[in-house]
């Protein structure tokens, strides 16, 4: 017979899941919310790292690329002093800390401005290496840390120059509320800048003293402990297909001091696509963040319920099994055994026949055919079970559906009342504070770059010219759909890109951001600088709805929408719909975040409970200065707590997935039993029958190789030697007797 076969197989792997359900059952569904930390606050130190990291590479290749975009224009146009660079460069950018300029041949400083550049650090002989010119982690003598980046001024007839700026590494706008620290750290785990610990002369009492070093001392251990993390293949670090973050990311476990437990979440600087290295990712830096919370372990299983439901199934299964095994499968191998011993000539005991179903029916009709075959009358009525195999089968089902249902849809279901860690809700807050930030600073940058273009452009440059350095600048700046040049008529001069969508025949608004709506179609993003000297003319950049859309993708947020000052939708990191109104709460929320506390508005988190459903919310207002601020956006995010990590979360989703564990195992054994044993078994039933009742043409064929198959071979059989009988009496011209016919089939 088949390996796979017959009516045992199903069975026998019934019998082994449900054993294996049950164990699972007993020795997971107690210990979720074991540990000292719910596990949604470790993956939210985690994503706060990554959020540290994404906003500390954004912004240091943003001002690598500004410098070395910034150069090569100057060195496109006319020659220029030093001072006028340096000038030129501060009016426009104010994110380096110093900045130099240096003859390259000679060594000596042609001009400076802000503080100190260490430019004896620089060896003037490499330059001319390909990675010459790459940024470099300058030490300096008071122990901070600087990241030097030079780019070559170049002019014909003139020696070379070297543009050489210093930039702290400090974070761009990260939210840490009011007990988290974050520290950028080298490949070695030497914290190289922190923030977030008091430092020594804002230290106002002994307490505050010796909390500050033991904070210190437990970011220093992590940052270590994080360096060593952070060294491995990113590839190796997660689960195959988990996608999320591109680099070295976790959590990290720290001690308790005075009730209070230690948090860390780290994250290696990496770039925006797998495998691409960007001249920030190359540096070897990682973020660590620390934070403190109150040690609480929640514990809301029960070891005793998991013991009751593994017992439940037990006994369930038992019956189920033992059902399946008394009804369906020695029935049914008791007819293969007597179809056999019909086949084998032995015809002088009646049929053992089955009490109901289509054993009973299959049974009547071997003994029918075993009395045609000795010749005797055929007196026996013919059987009709009330019960069939399907309806046992069905009712096997039932049984295990008593077990799987009420774990599915009833026991242990986290209510309106579950307990969510208020650090998640923070988490939310200051989470979207960052994003909103990131936000505003890409459409500051976007704007400081138009700006720089049209103090490069100047009023003596051709407009060939002018398309050559839009066509650059699109290269460089991915944020961009369409750059173009307006007179002060409205009339584009030169352009790049994709279409003009600014109102024609009017001439450059004096707003340096604004939102078109674009006939409702889509919101179009428009930046405008002016263009000295050229009489009002500007350059006008749109930027694209997707890039703002790809600064929102954050994991652990859940949906991010930015809305205007009417708070209609313009970005999000999931589907929506350009200009739409947001949820109901959601709409207030952001509405009241936008509500001035002191000078400004702040921003706020709420939890959010409404019957069983639980939701994390979070929004931010446009906070800081630059030419967005003027937009009055908001970004908000939410997100239902029954996706994070939380205690009693696990606990409900556990018991749902033993339950559905128990339906998959009830369905895949009970239909395999079904298709190859239950169904043929009813054919074979009307099969059988219809021999009894003289149908000696219809040849029976076995669908499978196994026990019915057995039977349906055997009564082939009874009906090739019926046909022999039939045909041998005709030729006799008369009837065998009881006797004779015993005989012959003997």
């Given at each position: 017979m088949s390996l796979l076969g017959g009516i045992r197989p199903p069975i026998a792997l019934l019998s082994v899941l449900l054993l294996a359900l049950a164990g699972i059952t007993a020795l997971t569904m107690g210990r979720s919310g074991d540990g000292p930390v719910p596990k949604a606050v470790l993956q939210s130190q985690q994503h706060f790292a990554e959020d540290g990291a994404v906003a500390l590479r954004?912004?240091?290749?943003?001002?690598?690329?500004?410098?070395?975009?910034?150069?090569?224009?100057?060195?496109?146009?006319?020659?220029?002093?030093?001072?006028?660079?340096?000038?030129?460069?501060?009016?426009?950018?104010?994110?380096?800390?110093?900045?130099?300029?240096?003859?390259?041949?000679?060594?000596?400083?042609?001009?400076?401005?802000?503080?100190?550049?260490?430019?004896?650090?620089?060896?003037?002989?490499?330059?001319?290496?390909?990675?010459?010119?790459?940024?470099?982690?300058?030490?300096?003598?008071?122990?901070?840390?600087?990241?030097?980046?030079?780019?070559?001024?170049?002019?014909?007839?003139?020696?070379?120059?070297?543009?050489?700026?210093?930039?702290?590494?400090?974070?761009?706008?990260?939210?840490?509320?009011?007990?988290?620290?974050?520290?950028?750290?080298?490949?070695?785990?030497?914290?190289?800048?922190?923030?977030?610990?008091?430092?020594?002369?804002?230290?106002?009492?002994?307490?505050?003293?010796?909390?500050?070093?033991?904070?210190?001392?437990?970011?220093?251990?992590?940052?270590?402990?994080?360096?060593?993390?952070?060294?491995?293949?990113p590839s190796t670090t997660k689960e195959p297909g988990s996608g999320g973050y591109l680099g070295v990311s976790g959590s990290l476990l720290g001690d308790t001091v005075q009730g209070d437990r230690a948090l860390a979440g780290y994250a290696s600087l990496t770039g925006s696509q797998p495998g691409e290295f960007t001249p920030a990712s190359e540096l070897g830096?990682?973020?660590?963040?620390?934070?403190?919370?109150?040690?609480?372990?929640?514990?809301?299983?029960?070891?005793?319920?998991?013991?009751?439901?593994?017992?439940?199934?037990?006994?369930?299964?038992?019956?189920?099994?033992?059902?399946?095994?008394?009804?369906?499968?020695?029935?049914?191998?008791?007819?293969?055994?007597?179809?056999?011993?019909?086949?084998?000539?032995?015809?002088?005991?009646?049929?053992?026949?089955?009490?109901?179903?289509?054993?009973?029916?299959?049974?009547?009709?071997?003994?029918?055919?075993?009395?045609?075959?000795?010749?005797?009358?055929?007196?026996?009525p013919a059987a009709r079970g009330r019960f069939g195999a399907r309806s046992l089968v069905a009712i096997s089902g039932a049984l295990l559906l008593v077990w799987c249902i009420p774990l599915v849809l009833f026991v242990n279901r986290a209510g309106g009342d579950v307990t969510v860690p208020q650090q998640m809700v923070s988490d939310q807050r200051e989470r979207t504070d960052t994003l909103a930030d990131r936000l505003r600073r890409a459409l500051n940058e976007g704007h400081a770059d138009l700006t720089a273009v049209g103090t490069l452009v100047g009023?003596?440059?051709?407009?060939?010219?002018?398309?050559?350095?839009?066509?650059?600048?699109?290269?460089?700046?991915?944020?961009?759909?369409?750059?173009?040049?307006?007179?002060?008529n409205g009339k584009v001069v030169a352009r790049s890109g994709g279409d003009v969508h600014s109102p024609s025949g009017k001439g450059p608004s004096d707003k340096p951001l604004r939102v078109l709506d674009d006939a409702g179609k889509k919101p179009v993003i428009i930046g405008t600088a002016e263009i000295p000297g050229r009489d009002g003319a500007a350059v006008v950049g749109e930027f694209r709805v997707d890039f703002l859309n790809s600064l929102l993708k954050r994991p652990g947020l859940g949906t991010v929408r930015v809305v205007d000052s009417d708070r209609k939708v313009i970005a999000g990191n999931s589907g929506y719909r350009e200009f739409q109104k947001l949820p109901g709460r959601i709409d207030e929320l952001a509405d009241a975040t936008n509500q001035k506390v002191g000078m400004a508005a702040k921003p706020s988190g709420v939890l959010y409970r409404d019957g069983a459903a639980v939701?994390?919310?979070?929004?931010?207002?446009?906070?800081?200065?630059?030419?967005?601020?003027?937009?009055?956006?908001?970004?908000?995010?939410?997100?239902?707590?029954?996706g994070l990590a939380i205690p009693a979360y696990q606990y409900q989703n556990r018991t749902v997935l033993a339950g559905l564990l128990g339906i998959t195992a009830a369905a895949a054994c009970l239909g395999w039993l079904h298709i190859v044993v239950v169904r043929p078994l009813r054919e074979l039933a009307r099969q059988a029958e219809a021999l009894a009742g003289g149908d000696r043409r219809t040849v029976l064929y076995p669908r499978h190789h196994d026990e019915v198959g057995a039977v349906a071979r055997s009564l082939e059989l009874v009906r090739q030697q019926l046909q022999g009988q039939r045909h041998q009496q005709r030729r006799q011209g008369?009837?065998?007797?009881?006797?004779?016919?015993?005989?012959r089939n003997q």
């Amino acid at each position: 017979m088949s390996l796979l076969g017959g009516i045992r197989p199903p069975i026998a792997l019934l019998s082994v899941l449900l054993l294996a359900l049950a164990g699972i059952t007993a020795l997971t569904m107690g210990r979720s919310g074991d540990g000292p930390v719910p596990k949604a606050v470790l993956q939210s130190q985690q994503h706060f790292a990554e959020d540290g990291a994404v906003a500390l590479r954004a912004s240091l290749d943003e001002s690598i690329t500004d410098l070395n975009r910034t150069a090569s224009l100057f060195s496109a146009g006319r020659p220029v002093s030093a001072d006028t660079v340096l000038d030129k460069v501060g009016n426009v950018y104010q994110k380096w800390r110093g900045s130099a300029v240096l003859e390259i041949t000679s060594g000596k400083l042609l001009a400076a401005r802000g503080e100190s550049v260490p430019v004896t650090a620089i060896d003037r002989s490499e330059l001319a290496r390909e990675d010459g010119l790459r940024p470099r982690l300058i030490r300096l003598d008071n122990g901070e840390t600087r990241l030097l980046t030079l780019a070559l001024l170049s002019w014909e007839g003139r020696p070379q120059e070297l543009l050489v700026t210093t930039s702290s590494l400090k974070f761009p706008g990260v939210s840490l509320g009011k007990f988290r620290a974050i520290a950028v750290v080298d490949a070695k785990g030497t914290v190289l800048s922190s923030d977030g610990i008091l430092a020594p002369e804002q230290i106002l009492s002994d307490t505050v003293k010796e909390a500050s070093a033991a904070s210190r001392e437990q970011l220093d251990d992590f940052a270590k402990a994080a360096a060593r993390k952070a060294s491995r293949d990113p590839s190796t670090t997660k689960e195959p297909g988990s996608g999320g973050y591109l680099g070295v990311s976790g959590s990290l476990l720290g001690d308790t001091v005075q009730g209070d437990r230690a948090l860390a979440g780290y994250a290696s600087l990496t770039g925006s696509q797998p495998g691409e290295f960007t001249p920030a990712s190359e540096l070897g830096l990682n973020v660590v963040t620390l934070v403190h919370i109150t040690d609480e372990g929640v514990h809301v299983a029960s070891l005793a319920f998991g013991l009751l439901a593994a017992g439940a199934l037990l006994l369930i299964g038992g019956l189920t099994v033992a059902l399946l095994l008394g009804t369906v499968q020695r029935p049914i191998v008791r007819l293969f055994l007597e179809s056999r011993r019909l086949t084998r000539g032995d015809l002088t005991r009646p049929v053992t026949v089955p009490r109901f179903g289509e054993g009973a029916r299959i049974g009547t009709s071997l003994e029918r055919l075993r009395r045609q075959l000795l010749g005797q009358d055929d007196d026996v009525p013919a059987a009709r079970g009330r019960f069939g195999a399907r309806s046992l089968v069905a009712i096997s089902g039932a049984l295990l559906l008593v077990w799987c249902i009420p774990l599915v849809l009833f026991v242990n279901r986290a209510g309106g009342d579950v307990t969510v860690p208020q650090q998640m809700v923070s988490d939310q807050r200051e989470r979207t504070d960052t994003l909103a930030d990131r936000l505003r600073r890409a459409l500051n940058e976007g704007h400081a770059d138009l700006t720089a273009v049209g103090t490069l452009v100047g009023d003596r440059t051709e407009p060939g010219q002018i398309t050559e350095v839009l066509d650059r600048t699109m290269a460089e700046h991915p944020r961009y759909d369409a750059l173009y040049v307006l007179d002060e008529n409205g009339k584009v001069v030169a352009r790049s890109g994709g279409d003009v969508h600014s109102p024609s025949g009017k001439g450059p608004s004096d707003k340096p951001l604004r939102v078109l709506d674009d006939a409702g179609k889509k919101p179009v993003i428009i930046g405008t600088a002016e263009i000295p000297g050229r009489d009002g003319a500007a350059v006008v950049g749109e930027f694209r709805v997707d890039f703002l859309n790809s600064l929102l993708k954050r994991p652990g947020l859940g949906t991010v929408r930015v809305v205007d000052s009417d708070r209609k939708v313009i970005a999000g990191n999931s589907g929506y719909r350009e200009f739409q109104k947001l949820p109901g709460r959601i709409d207030e929320l952001a509405d009241a975040t936008n509500q001035k506390v002191g000078m400004a508005a702040k921003p706020s988190g709420v939890l959010y409970r409404d019957g069983a459903a639980v939701q994390l919310a979070g929004a931010a207002p446009f906070a800081g200065g630059g030419a967005a601020k003027e937009l009055n956006w908001t970004v908000v995010s939410w997100q239902p707590a029954s996706g994070l990590a939380i205690p009693a979360y696990q606990y409900q989703n556990r018991t749902v997935l033993a339950g559905l564990l128990g339906i998959t195992a009830a369905a895949a054994c009970l239909g395999w039993l079904h298709i190859v044993v239950v169904r043929p078994l009813r054919e074979l039933a009307r099969q059988a029958e219809a021999l009894a009742g003289g149908d000696r043409r219809t040849v029976l064929y076995p669908r499978h190789h196994d026990e019915v198959g057995a039977v349906a071979r055997s009564l082939e059989l009874v009906r090739q030697q019926l046909q022999g009988q039939r045909h041998q009496q005709r030729r006799q011209g008369g009837a065998p007797s009881a006797t004779a016919g015993a005989g012959r089939n003997q």
